[in-house]
């Protein structure tokens, strides 16, 4: 059997007086590699990048804050900018166009985060 990713997300809004739905579903090349890691972020304030599990081309991540708020940048270059904030208990799923970093929020807080990778 041929590795398969599926995401679906869906979203259904009612009682504003009309009817709002919004289906998505992903789906990506086949992948070879797939990891799932919890992890702690090791120092607060400071940008960390997330352990990809040895998947070098990524085809999606889905990222959730355990404990404390959360930023990501999703092409992390020579400075850290925020491209996507997740909060304490909520995940996010996106594909970033770079080295995803992670980091803390909050001043002085550590992240506590689990995410699957996959890819090729």
Do not use: R, W
Request: hydrophobic letters at 40%.
């Amino acid at each position: 059997m041929a590795a398969e990713v599926k995401v679906t997300i869906n979203c259904d809004i009612t009682g504003l007086g009309n009817e709002i739905q919004i289906k998505d579903v992903f789906t990506g090349t086949t992948p070879t590699l797939a990891t799932k890691i919890y992890k702690v972020q090791a120092v607060s304030d400071t940008a960390e990048a997330l352990d990809l599990g040895g998947v070098s081309t990524i085809e999606g991540i889905c990222l959730k804050a355990v404990d404390n708020d959360m930023v990501v940048d999703a092409s992390y270059s020579a400075s850290f900018v925020s491209d996507l904030y997740i909060a304490e208990g909520e995940t996010a799923y996106f594909k970033p166009s770079g080295v995803p970093y992670i980091k803390n929020e909050t001043a002085k807080e550590v992240c506590t985060y689990e995410y699957i990778v996959y890819g090729t």
